[in-house]
């Protein structure tokens, strides 16, 4: 089984400034067939849902603002909010889709 | 517009079957794979399942002995039943669509079901 793992748990970041989230693939999800990364990035605030931010590790969702961004290939992966804003604050976990869904334990972001 | 909607009872005894259905709007039911995932309170996401219109079915191996899921495509639903339930089984349950990539999106609300005497 793919073990995602994330970090950190917490992070605490000023409003206005970077925040940088982890993500570490136990496996490969880099799929030769298509040159892709299998990796998904989904924002969730109390009482709703995931929303799908971020797919193929660096495709931003549509309606997602610009701000939010992923990098990494392989078994390595960060989602990058460039400037925190208030309503970015949330609990954000990465999804490997290569094999059946594994999520990372999720990365809580609060306002310093 | 794609549109998920969970029902099902909010309690269930401990021992009995937990059954709920999703009720999908905005997208062709035959044309994607539909996945249950479920998270406890203040924890993270797990993955329940999916399902496909000619009844495919992949399950969680942690589950597949107790979980049985179904479609309707007359009623543009699917199901989930998660038998011989316990505390543990207690969770805000969401269904959601699953493109052929495995990508999930987007996602029901959630319902949560309680499981106690």
């Known amino acids: 089984d793919i073990v995602m793992t994330q970090s950190p748990d917490f992070l605490a970041v000023s409003l206005g400034e970077r925040a940088t989230i982890n993500c570490k693939s136990s496996q490969n999800l880099l799929h030769s067939a298509d040159n892709k990364d299998y990796l998904a990035w989904y924002q969730q605030k109390p009482g709703h849902p995931p929303k799908l931010v971020i797919y193929w590790a660096s495709t931003r969702e549509s309606g997602v603002p610009d701000r939010f961004s992923g990098s990494g290939t392989g078994t390595e992966f960060n989602l990058t909010i460039s400037s925190l804003q208030a309503e970015d604050v949330a609990v954000y976990y990465c999804q490997q889709y290569y094999l059946t869904p594994v999520f990372g334990q999720g990365t809580k972001l609060e306002i310093k | 517009h794609v549109q998920l909607q969970e029902s099902g009872p909010g309690l269930v005894k401990p021992s009995e079957t937990l059954s709920l259905t999703c009720t999908v709007s905005g997208a062709p039911i035959t044309s994607y794979y539909w996945s249950w995932f479920r998270q406890p309170a203040g924890k993270g996401l797990e993955w329940i399942g999916r399902?496909?219109?000619?009844?495919?079915?992949v399950y969680n191996p942690a589950l597949e002995t107790r979980v049985t899921m179904s479609i309707d495509t007359s009623k543009k639903q699917f199901s989930l039943n998660l038998t011989s339930v316990t505390a543990a089984d207690t969770a805000t349950y969401f269904c959601?669509?699953?493109?052929?990539?495995?990508?999930?999106?987007?996602w029901g609300r959630g319902t949560l079901v309680i499981v106690s005497s």
């Open positions: 399902v496909y219109v000619f009844g495919d079915t």
């Open positions: 959601a669509r699953t493109y052929r990539t495995g990508l999930v999106d987007p």
